[in-house]
């Protein structure tokens, strides 16, 4: 059975940190990219951060790109997110997700974790 289980979320306040933690089974790890996306209540899902399978190569949106690092592990079939400078616009469900292709869009993706709510206070 496929499953991505993502832990590390909770309450913080503006600057603070959070390490967010995907941890996959079920699969062949080492062949999928993992990637992040949050939803804010309200809004639609986006994407977040990717790294990919093969070479580590990373992408980030622009709104976190400098304060989120995107990590993965294979040997213990884990992604990290290590989320800085947070702000309150941070404040949203977290999830993983795993597909062979690394993007930032969220249609495509083959499994997907339940998420973990990140809440920011200013």
């Known amino acids: 059975e496929v499953q991505l289980v993502e832990s590390g979320g909770g309450l913080v306040q503006a600057g603070g940190s959070l390490r967010l933690t995907c941890v996959a089974t079920?699969?062949?790890?080492?062949?999928?990219?993992i990637g992040w996306f949050r939803q804010a209540p309200g809004k639609e899902r986006e994407g977040v951060a990717c790294?990919?399978?093969?070479?580590?190569?990373?992408w980030y949106a622009r709104s976190v790109k400098g304060r989120f690092t995107i990590s993965r592990d294979n040997a213990e079939k884990t992604v990290y997110l290590q989320m800085n400078s947070l702000k309150p616009e941070d404040t949203a469900v977290y999830s993983c997700?795993?597909?062979?292709?690394?993007?930032?869009?969220?249609?495509?993706?083959?499994?997907w974790g339940q998420g973990t709510q990140v809440t920011v206070s200013s």
């Open positions: 790294i990919s399978s093969t070479d580590d190569r990373t």
């Open positions: 079920g699969f062949t790890f080492d062949d999928y990219a």
């Open positions: 997700a795993a597909d062979p292709l690394c993007g930032l869009e969220d249609y495509y993706w083959d499994y």
